[in-house]
C-alpha cells in the first residue's frame, strides 16, 4: 500500500494561505460548543446518579476501547505516522449533538445521550491531549508535530470553556438558549461541512491515496464503533433505548473538534484527512445500522 506523505512546506503553505482554519476554525468551534452548552443543564450531570451503569459503561467503551480498536486498525493497515495520529485524534473527541440527533431518530434514550455528551465534553479536554500525545510519540511524529502544554491549554479553551459559558447562559436565560439552539445546530453541520470539504481540497493531490488508506480503516471504525457500543449494553442486559443511546454516543463522533485540533492546534491538515473522510461515511454508516436495529427490533416484536 502506498504511503503519500505531505511536506512540512506543504503544510506550513496551507496553513498561511487559509484564513478559515487559522483564526475563523477555532472561534466557530467555540460557537458550536458554547451551543452544546446552551443545551445542558447540572441536571445533565446529576442523572449520571440515576443511571450510573449505563454512563460507566458507555465511558468506558469510549475512553478505554475505542482507542484500542483504533490502535488495532492503523496497526492492521499500516498506516503512515501522520494518519495514524489523526485515526487516534478521532476516536479520541467525544459524541456530540449530532449522536443526539441519531438517538432521537431511532428512538434511544435522548436523556442518556444529552448526560453522555455533558460528561464527554469535559473528558475530552484531558483524553484529547492524552491519547494524541500517546500517537505522537508511538507513531514517532515527535519531529513534525507537538501537543505541549500551550496547545493542551488551547485544547480545553475550546472545548470545555465554551461550553462552560453556555450552561451559564442557559441557566440565566432559558427563552435565549431554546431560540439559539436551532440556528446553532444548522452552523455546526455547516461548519462541519466546509471544514472536512476544505480539508480535501487542501490535499486534493493526495486524496484519493488517502481515502484508499483511511476510507476502509475509518468506515470499519465507525461500524465497530457503534455495533460494539449496541451489543456491550444488550449483553449488560440494557434496554434498547439506551443500547441505542450508548451506541449512537460512542459511534458517531464530533468531527468539527478532531478537524479543529488536527488543522489549529497541530497544524496538520494530514492529520485532519481521517476526521474530514469519517465526517462524510458516518451519516450513511449511522443511518444504515440504526435502520438495521431498530428493523430487527420490529420483527421480534412482530414474531
Do not use: W
Amino acid at each position: 500500500m502506498p504511503h503519500t506523505h505531505l511536506t512540512l512546506a506543504h503544510q506550513k503553505e496551507f496553513m498561511d494561505d487559509s484564513v478559515l482554519i487559522s483564526t475563523f476554525l477555532p472561534i466557530a468551534l467555540a460557537v458550536i460548543m458554547f451551543g452544546l452548552g446552551l443545551s445542558l443543564t447540572v441536571d445533565d450531570f446529576r442523572r449520571t446518579a440515576r443511571t450510573p451503569r449505563a454512563v460507566v459503561v458507555a465511558l468506558a467503551l469510549q475512553i478505554l476501547v475505542l482507542p484500542v480498536l483504533a490502535f488495532g486498525l492503523i496497526l492492521l493497515f499500516d498506516l503512515p505516522p501522520l494518519l495514524a495520529v489523526g485515526v487516534m485524534l478521532l476516536a479520541a473527541s467525544p459524541g456530540g449533538t449530532t449522536a443526539n440527533l441519531f438517538s432521537h431518530l431511532f428512538r434511544g434514550d435522548v436523556a442518556l445521550n444529552i448526560t453522555l455528551t455533558a460528561v464527554n465534553s469535559v473528558l475530552a479536554a484531558v483524553t484529547i491531549p492524552v491519547i494524541t500525545n500517546f500517537a505522537i510519540a508511538y507513531f514517532d511524529a515527535d519531529g513534525e508535530l507537538g501537543l505541549q502544554f500551550g496547545k493542551i491549554a488551547q485544547v480545553i479553551a475550546i472545548v470545555l470553556i465554551p461550553v462552560a459559558f453556555g450552561m451559564l447562559v442557559r441557566s440565566r436565560s432559558l427563552a435565549f438558549a431554546e431560540r439559539a439552539d436551532r440556528p446553532v445546530r444548522i452552523f455546526s453541520i455547516v461548519i462541519l461541512v466546509l471544514v472536512a470539504v476544505g480539508a480535501l481540497i487542501g490535499e486534493r493531490s493526495n486524496v484519493v491515496g488517502y481515502l484508499e488508506q483511511v476510507g476502509l480503516v475509518t468506515g470499519l471504525f465507525c461500524l465497530a464503533s457503534l455495533a460494539i457500543g449496541y451489543g456491550a449494553a444488550r449483553l449488560l442486559k440494557m434496554g434498547e433505548p439506551q443500547s441505542i443511546a450508548i451506541s449512537m454516543e460512542i459511534g458517531i463522533h464530533n468531527t468539527t473538534v478532531a478537524l479543529t485540533v488536527a488543522l489549529s492546534v497541530l497544524e496538520s491538515t494530514e492529520v485532519a484527512i481521517p476526521a474530514a473522510v469519517y465526517s462524510f461515511l458516518m451519516y450513511a454508516l449511522a443511518t444504515a445500522f440504526g435502520y438495521l436495529v431498530t428493523g430487527r427490533t420490529r420483527a421480534q416484536v412482530s414474531s
